[in-house]
């Protein structure tokens, strides 16, 4: 892809819509940045305080075609200069990973998402942005789900430095209070060279861990993950003078699996989308009777909502 950079890219006609408003672009800064790719139709129920709304509600698609916002959001980014390398660096809220935090993005995070391929961190970062921002800010559910940034915790930095990693966790945990309630911390954990993502959540009151793999498997896999988890847990309630009622006990959830090999990071973000919609801190071991399989049409509501979010923030 960096090969092409500079090169002169045809733009079908039948893609250009000459009535589409293009956001005034606002001036970026670029400063220190994050790790942007690591080695390697939801309910439309209400939840407290906030409707659930599909950003793709009023767009006609069909499984595996663009929609009009991704192909309005494709040309608006092929019209920039962010497909002659440029980047836009964007705050997120503080309370999205418990700390300030930016992230950058450039041509290949918007190919992740145009293509349908495998996704790097700041696709995943920028979509639980538009989560905590569209479901969540500013109602009860910021006390019930919390997020953990991927680029902290991943198999990677447990292989160079286990210890400033647990240190990492165990400040997240710190950083949303006692924890004495039911709650789930969100991790997006990618598994370094296979590029594979799979969800971590984690009910620290309760001690339970539950572990959500769209490929067939369980945490036996990856055991220096389990055991920097763990170790995280044990000392955050040491830290907090909670006593250890039992051992951590760990759930496999038997969740949807897909069915190629890029699909993992859709997958995950789709669990938390659709955990965070039904408002449900237990997760069922047979995973949500609503939620069973996940079509091609479910993954690209995703996408659309994610073009729609970038589109409004005015990013590009």
């Known amino acids: 892809m960096r090969d092409a950079v500079g090169s002169f890219v045809g733009w079908p006609s039948d893609l250009i819509f000459p009535d589409a408003e293009t956001p005034t672009r606002p001036t970026h800064k670029v400063g220190k940045g994050i790790s942007r790719r690591i080695e390697s139709v939801a309910s439309q129920k209400e939840v407290p305080g906030r409707e659930l709304k599909s950003a793709a509600k009023d767009i006609p698609t069909t499984s595996g075609t663009k929609s009009q916002i991704m192909m309005r959001l494709e040309k608006m980014v092929e019209e920039s200069d962010i497909m002659h390398g440029a980047i836009r660096t964007i705050d997120f809220d503080e309370g999205v990973f418990g700390a300030a935090h930016f992230e950058i993005i450039g041509k290949e995070d ?87 993502w799979v969800l971590v959540a984690m009910d620290l009151s309760r001690l339970i861990v539950y572990y959500l793999d769209s490929l067939s498997g369980d945490w036996s896999k990856y055991p220096n993950m389990k055991k920097t988890v763990d170790a995280a847990i044990i000392k955050f309630r040491l830290k907090k003078k909670y006593r250890n009622r039992k051992d951590i006990t760990w759930i496999r959830v038997q969740c949807p699996q897909q069915n190629n090999s890029v699909d993992c990071g859709f997958f995950v973000l789709r669990f938390m989308r659709d955990i965070i919609a039904l408002n449900r801190i237990d997760i069922p071991k047979m995973y949500f009777e609503e939620y069973k399989t996940y079509s091609r049409a479910n993954l690209d509501e995703i996408k659309d909502e994610l073009c729609q979010f970038i589109v409004d923030q005015r990013i590009i």
């Open 110 to 196: 918007f190919q992740q998402l145009f293509e349908h391929t495998e996704l790097g961190i700041a696709v995943i970062h920028t979509y639980i942005w538009y989560m905590y921002v569209t479901l969540m800010r500013g109602t009860e559910l910021c006390n019930r789900f919390n997020f953990i940034a991927a680029s902290r915790i991943n198999a990677t930095l447990i292989t160079n430095n286990p210890t400033s990693v647990k240190n990492d966790l165990v400040d997240r945990f710190m950083a949303a209070g006692d924890n004495t309630t039911p709650s789930l911390y969100f991790l997006p954990f990618n598994f370094g060279n296979s590029g594979h």
